[in-house]
């Protein structure tokens, strides 16, 4: 379905998942209570960094950050489009039809903490992108255009509903595109500590997002959009963490080792290693494809 678009963008995306190293659970993701308040991933860079789980091994379902507290914020007023309509944690892009890329702030600002907030998003899911993630206050709001608004720069970092990732501009395949006209839930997880953004789709974790937000100097906030009329998305949860000393002191360690072959040439006690490899993202790296599989992606064709 369309939302009355005819402007397209052409960057590549990734196609090809990563194979595991474990099968048992995927890096980034608690798979008990027990050990969400340990997000795993390394903060070594700004880039991207994603997974797509193979169907043989879906991730089991997770609560994250049950063990926190409750975060009430909500969306801003003021840092929002002219096409958005707030009622109470609900935002409406489009009330009446879609002439463009629409998008609203939330209140909270992220750097240094721990939050998890869910949206409930509405049966319209459709057109060429509705989008969640984080972003600077220099993220636009709104654009006369249809496009992936939320990480065409350098100032916002997203998930489309169509499975992609975006940041400067750059589109990496990240998960499954959503199903159409088919209402869904979505986890944001932002650890500041470790630097990375990791998405929940109906409780399954996909994986960790991006990396490197720790080294964002700038206040980072939620923002979601979407070109698409008549959407909703309701704010159901919000969530934060009081973090530790034990993890900060491990997100710095770990800013010098990147893989388990460097952790392992350190000789440390089982425990400290085990604790320490829970950061460690052992996928391979994902490569980009050519702009006709864009084409396909966007057009269903």
């Known amino acids: 379905m369309s939302d009355i678009e005819q402007q397209k963008q052409q960057p590549s ?3 090809t998942p990563r194979r595991r190293r474990h099968v048992g659970g995927r890096r980034g993701c608690p798979t008990s209570t027990q050990e969400e308040h340990k997000p795993s991933t390394s903060s070594s860079s700004t880039s991207s960094s994603l997974s797509s789980s193979p169907l043989s091994h879906a991730p089991s379902i997770v609560c994250p ?14 840092y929002r489009s002219k096409e958005v309509v707030i009622n109470g944690p609900t935002v409406h892009f489009h ?6 890329t629409a998008g609203v702030q939330g209140k909270r600002p992220l750097n240094y903490g721990r939050h998890y907030w869910e949206l409930h998003v509405s049966q319209r899911v459709f057109g060429t992108s509705i989008m969640f993630g ?3 206050r220099s993220a636009r709001l709104h654009v006369n255009a249809f496009r992936n608004m939320l990480g065409e720069n350098e100032h916002g970092w997203g998930l489309s509903h169509k499975g992609v990732l975006w940041h400067k501009g750059v589109a990496l395949r990240y998960t499954k595109r959503f199903r159409e006209n088919h209402p869904t839930q979505i986890g944001i997880l932002f650890d500041g500590v470790e630097g990375t953004l990791t998405y929940y789709k109906d409780g399954r974790c996909l994986g960790v997002a991006f990396r490197g937000l720790d080294q964002v100097k700038e206040p ?5 959009c979407s070109t698409a009329a008549k959407t909703e998305m309701t704010l159901k949860s919000t969530r934060r963490e009081f973090v530790n000393l034990q993890d900060r002191c491990r997100a710095v360690i770990m800013r010098r080792i990147r893989n388990l072959d460097q ?13 320490l490899s829970e950061v460690i993202d052992d996928m391979e790296p994902l490569r980009q494809v050519s702009d006709l599989e864009m084409y ?6």
């Open 65 to 78: 950050m049950s063990l926190g507290i409750e975060d009430n914020w909500t969306w801003s007023k003021r």
């Open 263 to 275: 952790l392992d040439k350190l000789k440390l006690p089982l425990p400290i290693s085990d604790y």
């Open 95 to 100: 009330p009446n039809w879609s002439k463009g």
């Open 134 to 136: 984080i972003g600077t």
């Open 13 to 15: 995306v990734v196609f």
């Open 296 to 301: 396909i992606l966007n057009y269903d064709l």
């Open 220 to 224: 980072l906030y939620p923002i979601v």
